[in-house]
């Protein structure tokens, strides 16, 4: 019998959202596993629950106004309650790599500021190594032949990724250069090495970010962490 990776996602948002309190602040993710969950919150929401939601791109802004889930400007807070969100990959040990809907960015700012974040998969997205899914990479277009050539001196092989024959653009105007790693066998060195290359604005490592992984396997769910 194969595999229903949408059925698993559902499962995992659904266990993810019964989390969430009255009177919580809610960072809202990006992605076809984090829509289920933002859904989800937005019928509670109709059912009296009283939050106020931070979302992690302008496409998720746009879902949750239109489902009335209430906003609010991620600067009017100090921190975030809880926050549920993807991953493209991830481990044991809670290492992620995010970014394949290009919202890394806006998503490491609100996982930063967020108490409990929550991280929601199919059991897919399980991984021994991170490193099958190519790495993001959001670099302003300014410095984007520079990064590409110091990313080789890492072993990396980067493309600017594309949308619709043209170079795709993230909400902030920046590019993403999406790199093969092979098997990462280091997230931690990476990503510090990822962050001393100038003009790379963020990456997809997750590391040290995620404080559970709820991963719908089948009709049930297991959680990481």
């Not at 289920?36 to 106020?52: D, T």
């Not at 889930?69 to 921190?79: H, Y």
Request: net charge negative.
């Amino acid at each position: 019998m194969p595999v229903d990776l949408v059925s698993e996602k559902r499962i995992a948002a659904e266990a993810a959202v019964k989390l969430v309190k009255d009177g919580d602040v809610v960072g809202l993710g990006t992605g076809s596993t984090a829509e289920f969950a933002v859904k989800a919150i937005a019928a509670l929401v109709k059912q009296g629950l009283a939050v106020k939601g931070i979302p992690t791109s302008d496409s998720t802004a746009a879902m949750a106004e239109e489902l009335g889930i209430p906003l609010i400007d991620i600067n009017s807070v100090d921190q975030i309650d809880v926050t549920i969100d993807g991953a493209d990959e991830f481990t044991e040990q809670l290492y992620l790599i995010k970014g394949g809907g290009g919202a890394l960015l806006k998503e490491k700012i609100v996982a930063s500021k967020t108490i409990t974040q929550i991280i929601i998969a199919d059991s897919s997205k399980k991984v021994e190594f991170l490193g099958k899914f190519k790495l993001p990479v959001e670099v302003i277009p300014f410095a984007s032949r520079y990064v590409m050539s110091e990313i080789a001196k890492l072993n990396g092989a980067g493309a600017i990724r594309q949308m619709n024959g043209t170079p795709f653009i993230t909400d902030e105007g920046n590019l993403i250069i999406d790199v093969d790693f092979k098997k990462i066998e280091d997230p931690v060195a990476l990503s510090n090495a990822l962050n001393g290359i100038v003009g790379v604005v963020e990456h997809g490592l997750f590391i040290g970010l995620a404080h559970q992984v709820i991963v719908g396997i089948g009709t049930e769910v297991k959680v990481f962490g």
